[in-house]
């Protein structure tokens, strides 16, 4: 083909290739990804995991917002996607991160010096991506006041927990328990592993008829209902949901022991309101609840169930856990769980945790890790969620409906790779002469 004369042939440009090299020099690690761009360009390794930006307004949320938070945006709004499985595209960008760390504690750390910003600024204009601030998704939190108020304390609640019922009813196994269940063996469904999980908290407590127990966190009473019903004992449940309290108390009415439950709307410093008295209870469960309470809070939390606690009376915690010692390490989880899912969390290494029951009064008598099994209740929940998709939309928004796919395949990898942990931990109010009434082995409430 012959050349016209004062007319330079040039290549399109391909936009994928130019932004995985910035992404790339920036982090200081490579990404095993293949990079879709908005106009169809693709660069990176054949055969990985394929990340799309399906719109070059997913460039404007991380150049507004550089780092997790900025990719969320972008992810939870449909401008950024991955193709396939999520946990697994998610799986394969930490591993490079990881083995990046091994090498060089820096690498995959933003370097955002001038020559990157302004590399950056130039790319983004020819690209078109430069303008004005996209508006957050309307699935974030926007808490106002003081950290651990009452009020704050139900409105970070009511974020996350008063969705909707009915989308949590999609989600979660038909007890409608919203925690680790226990998956003691091979192949056991959704149902059965937290079937499973409330077994043995009532086991762990040695739960009798007539006994009274105090429920903090209670969330939608699978624990509370399972306890009434199949151990004869009277529950007091406290949550800070609405959605929820209506939600066990109609079960508890329909199922004809509405005269052993009683949920109260209000906070954990306040059951004296809901005719609990100290001194009194036999047992007291808190279910994946604690992680709300706050840090210096918990010392608080853990001298309520003291004092409720008669001598002999046991407590049962279950709760998640973080190291805080890695590089980076947030005891919140992280911008996205912290401005979407769960604001002002405060995950607690477990030896601090255990210090601060220790130091109530309580006497530390079993501690089980459940940690490789949150992944196998996780990856329930999130079946549920990709079979009734269309269901989950519907009901509560494709922002939010992606907000969840996005949490539940992060959350499952951050207990997978040990950057998160859940124990229980079983303790007890000894009386003053040191009597616990506890048995003496473990396998009183192992033995299923």
Same mark, same amino acid.
């Given at each position: 083909?012959?050349?016209?004369?004062?007319?330079?042939?040039?290549?399109?440009?391909?936009?994928?290739?130019?932004?995985?090299?910035?992404?790339?020099?920036?982090?200081?690690?490579?990404?095993?990804?293949?990079?879709?761009?908005?106009?169809?360009?693709?660069?990176?390794?054949?055969?990985?995991?394929?990340?799309?930006?399906?719109?070059?307004?997913?460039?404007?949320?991380?150049?507004?917002?550089?780092?997790?938070?900025?990719?969320?945006?972008?992810?939870?709004?449909?401008?950024?996607?991955?193709?396939?499985?999520?946990?697994?595209?998610?799986?394969?960008?930490?591993?490079?991160?990881?083995?990046?760390?091994?090498?060089?504690?820096?690498?995959?750390?933003?370097?955002?010096?001038?020559?990157?910003?302004?590399?950056?600024?130039?790319?983004?204009?020819?690209?078109?991506?430069?303008?004005?601030?996209?508006?957050?998704?309307?699935?974030?939190?926007?808490?106002?006041?003081?950290?651990?108020?009452?009020?704050?304390?139900?409105?970070?609640?009511?974020?996350?927990?008063?969705?909707?019922?009915?989308?949590?009813?999609?989600?979660?196994?038909?007890?409608?328990?919203?925690?680790?269940?226990?998956?003691?063996?091979?192949?056991?469904?959704?149902?059965?592993?937290?079937?499973?999980?409330?077994?043995?908290?009532?086991?762990?407590?040695?739960?009798?008829?007539?006994?009274?127990?105090?429920?903090?966190?209670?969330?939608?009473?699978?624990?509370?209902?399972?306890?009434?019903?199949?151990?004869?004992?009277?529950?007091?449940?406290?949550?800070?949901?609405?959605?929820?309290?209506?939600?066990?108390?109609?079960?508890?009415?329909?199922?004809?022991?509405?005269?052993?439950?009683?949920?109260?709307?209000?906070?954990?410093?306040?059951?004296?309101?809901?005719?609990?008295?100290?001194?009194?209870?036999?047992?007291?469960?808190?279910?994946?609840?604690?992680?709300?309470?706050?840090?210096?809070?918990?010392?608080?939390?853990?001298?309520?169930?003291?004092?409720?606690?008669?001598?002999?009376?046991?407590?049962?915690?279950?709760?998640?856990?973080?190291?805080?010692?890695?590089?980076?390490?947030?005891?919140?989880?992280?911008?996205?769980?912290?401005?979407?899912?769960?604001?002002?969390?405060?995950?607690?290494?477990?030896?601090?945790?255990?210090?601060?029951?220790?130091?109530?009064?309580?006497?530390?008598?079993?501690?089980?890790?459940?940690?490789?099994?949150?992944?196998?209740?996780? /990856? !329930?929940? *999130?079946?549920?969620? =990709? &079979? $009734?998709?269309?269901?989950?939309?519907?009901?509560?928004?494709?922002?939010?409906? %992606?907000?969840?796919?996005?949490?539940? /395949? !992060?959350? *499952?990898?951050?207990? =997978? &790779? $040990?950057?998160?942990?859940?124990?229980?931990?079983?303790?007890?109010?000894?009386? %003053?002469?040191?009597?616990?009434?506890?048995?003496?082995?473990?396998?009183?409430?192992?033995?299923?």
């Amino acid at each position: 083909m012959a050349k016209v004369p004062g007319r330079r042939l040039t290549r399109p440009v391909n936009k994928a290739n130019q932004l995985l090299k910035l992404v790339e020099e920036t982090l200081n690690v490579k990404l095993p990804i293949r990079l879709r761009a908005w106009d169809g360009s693709e660069a990176g390794v054949d055969g990985a995991p394929v990340v799309v930006i399906n719109n070059k307004r997913a460039l404007r949320h991380i150049i507004w917002k550089p780092g997790e938070l900025g990719m969320a945006r972008a992810y939870v709004q449909g401008d950024l996607d991955i193709e396939g499985d999520l946990a697994d595209g998610l799986r394969v960008m930490w591993a490079s991160v990881r083995n990046a760390r091994e090498v060089d504690p820096d690498a995959a750390g933003p370097r955002l010096g001038y020559r990157q910003i302004a590399k950056g600024a130039l790319l983004a204009v020819r690209m078109g991506a430069i303008g004005r601030r996209p508006p957050a998704p309307a699935a974030e939190s926007q808490l106002s006041g003081e950290l651990h108020t009452r009020e704050r304390d139900r409105a970070a609640i009511s974020h996350h927990y008063d969705l909707s019922n009915d989308f949590y009813e999609l989600i979660l196994d038909p007890q409608m328990a919203y925690s680790s269940g226990f998956h003691h063996r091979e192949g056991m469904t959704l149902e059965e592993a937290q079937t499973a999980k409330l077994e043995l908290i009532c086991r762990k407590l040695g739960l009798k008829p007539g006994m009274r127990m105090l429920d903090i966190g209670s969330g939608w009473g699978s624990l509370t209902l399972h306890a009434a019903e199949h151990y004869g004992v009277h529950v007091t449940g406290v949550t800070l949901s609405s959605e929820q309290r209506d939600f066990v108390m109609k079960r508890a009415s329909e199922r004809g022991f509405g005269d052993r439950v009683d949920v109260s709307l209000r906070h954990f410093r306040d059951l004296g309101e809901a005719g609990v008295h100290e001194g009194q209870i036999d047992a007291v469960a808190s279910i994946e609840m604690g992680e709300h309470v706050g840090d210096k809070e918990y010392v608080v939390f853990c001298d309520a169930i003291y004092r409720y606690l008669r001598p002999g009376g046991r407590a049962l915690i279950q709760q998640m856990s973080r190291s805080n010692d890695a590089k980076g390490d947030q005891p919140g989880g992280g911008p996205f769980i912290e401005t979407y899912i769960a604001p002002d969390m405060h995950m607690k290494p477990l030896a601090k945790t255990l210090g601060l029951i220790a130091d109530a009064g309580l006497e530390i008598r079993d501690v089980q890790a459940m940690r490789e099994h949150y992944p196998q209740t996780v /990856a !329930g929940w *999130a079946q549920n969620l =990709e &079979e $009734n998709w269309q269901t989950a939309v519907a009901l509560v928004g494709e922002e939010n409906a %992606r907000v969840w796919r996005l949490y539940l /395949a !992060g959350g *499952a990898l951050a207990f =997978e &790779e $040990n950057r998160m942990g859940v124990d229980q931990i079983l303790a007890v109010k000894p009386s %003053r002469t040191g009597v616990s009434d506890m048995p003496a082995t473990p396998l009183d409430w192992l033995a299923s």
